[in-house]
């Protein structure tokens, strides 16, 4: 008898051996498995953002409000009017809440002249989020040309700048 006990004695130890063995692997299976998770969170989220910038981007390439024309209003690609420019600043505040809002929501439009004259940098729209959130910001910057008719007579109306489309994303904590 005292044999058939320390035989079984011996059982239930090793099958609670087992037992915790297959609860630390399980755990670490769960560790695994969250860590992978956020990764992947932050990564969608970052794709995400990265989407949104692009389609902000596009939609300010598409704005008449911006868009050089020759003629009879054919657009050229990839040029920004600077008359307009100098002036667009008074409509996007005008109009921030009922149009241009729903159109770019949290973003910073800029244009800078790169040459020939260095510096000129005009802030169209920048709506931050409120301060009480922590926010990161994605830009995007594209090469244009800046058509401005009011130029002295010496030199060619067209300059080279480039145009900054950024958004302001809710940042994910670590």
């Known amino acids: 008898?005292?044999?058939?006990?320390?035989?079984?004695?011996?059982?239930?130890?090793?099958?609670?051996?087992?037992?915790?063995?297959?609860?630390?692997?399980?755990?670490?299976?769960?560790?695994?498995?969250?860590k992978y998770t956020g990764q992947a969170i932050k990564e969608e989220h970052r794709q995400m953002v990265a989407d949104r910038a692009v389609k902000t981007a596009l939609e300010v390439f598409t704005l008449p409000e911006l868009a050089c024309t020759r003629g009879d209003a054919e657009l050229e690609d990839y040029c920004v009017d600077m008359i307009k420019v100098r002036h667009l600043n008074e409509t996007f505040n005008i109009h921030l809440k009922d149009y241009y809002f729903k159109l770019f929501g949290y973003a910073k439009i800029k244009v800078a002249e790169l040459y020939p004259n260095t510096g000129n940098e005009y802030t169209l729209y920048d709506k931050k989020r409120p301060t009480n959130e922590t926010f990161e910001y994605e830009a995007s910057y594209f090469v244009i040309a800046l058509k401005d008719e009011i130029t002295d007579m010496?030199?060619?109306?067209?300059?080279?700048?480039?145009?900054?489309?950024?958004?302001?994303?809710?940042?994910?904590?670590?």
């Open 1 to 34: 008898m005292v044999l058939t006990s320390k035989k079984a004695q011996m059982h239930m130890t090793e099958t609670i051996g087992v037992l915790f063995i297959f609860f630390i692997l399980v755990a670490f299976g769960l560790i695994f498995y969250y």
């Open 154 to 174: 010496e030199r060619t109306p067209y300059s080279f700048g480039y145009i900054e489309v950024g958004v302001y994303a809710t940042s994910l904590e670590d």
